[in-house]
């Protein structure tokens, strides 16, 4: 059976059309329909539903799915397996989403340099479950907060560096905590790894806060506040001065409020050597970056 037809059959489900997953393949709809029905004639079962216009896949693919994806990708695995250097192959990331948009283009430029015959597969998501992903075996490495507790055996953290936590408003205020007294509070969520910070901080100020929203999604937090909605204490990653230049800035000045960025992956990764360039090209991007403050 060939890899690559099970690879078709994944991306017309996902695709939801024949059409579509020929653009993805860079293939003709011929050649798709082609592969499926060869796929079907050696498994002796229909694999999509052709009575209507769209490509609705059968119980039959259904069931099949979770393992005709295992194949493909121990498949593509293959060419890392034999690759000298370890650079060749998949690697899944998992990332937080501040740190895709403000360090991920800088790190994959360097990545495509060291590693052109690497294919990075990245996931975002939030740092409980990017965690959840990684000790699942779903991404060889994470790009998380980092976490408050300690990690097992079978995992590896690697500090990668910190943010500082600052106001965000829409327009100037005379001191922060006057800021979130008198203004609606668009809360980083308590909840999560990094949002739980600043409900600490808060509790220790003892600064009672109108909260009109939580929500743990930085990049939308501060275009709420952009555009007035309320002030919001985040932390500050990489980029969001140019991201948005409007807002204002106050640093809460605390060193020890800091937002710790880590990568988590398996104490015995299945390629090392991608962890390893992954990891130095993102801590490198952080060094060049301009300080959010």
Known sequence: MDSRYLQSLIFVVEQGSIAAAARAQNLTPAAISQRIQALEHELNCPLLDRSSHKAVPTHHAVSLLPRARHIVQQTQALMGDIDQD??????????????????????????????????????????????????????????????????????VQTHLFEEPYALISHKKAESVEQALREQPYIRYDQNSWGGHKIAQWLKEKKIATNVIADLD?????????????????????????????????????????????????????????????????????????????
Not at 247 to 266: D, G, T, Y
């Open 86 to 155: 370890g650079l060749t192959g998949p690697i899944r990331i998992g990332a937080i989403d501040s740190v895709l948009s403000s360090l991920f283009p800088k790190a994959m430029v360097r990545i495509n340099k060291i590693a052109p015959r690497a294919r990075c597969q990245i996931t975002p998501g939030t740092s409980a479950l990017l965690y959840d992903a990684v000790q699942q075996q779903n991404v060889d490495i994470a790009i998380t907060v980092a976490p408050t507790f300690s990690l097992p055996k079978s995992l």
């Open 217 to 293: 999604a930085l990049h939308t937090i501060a275009q709420m506040v952009n555009a007035g909605a309320g002030v919001s204490v985040i932390p500050l990653w990489a980029g969001i001065r140019k991201q948005l230049p409007q807002l204002k800035i106050i640093p809460l000045n605390n060193p020890e409020l800091m937002r710790p960025i880590v990568a988590i992956h398996p104490h015995y990764p299945e390629r090392p050597a991608l962890v390893s360039a992954l990891i130095s090209a993102l801590a490198e991007a952080a060094s060049e970056a301009t300080p959010a403050t």
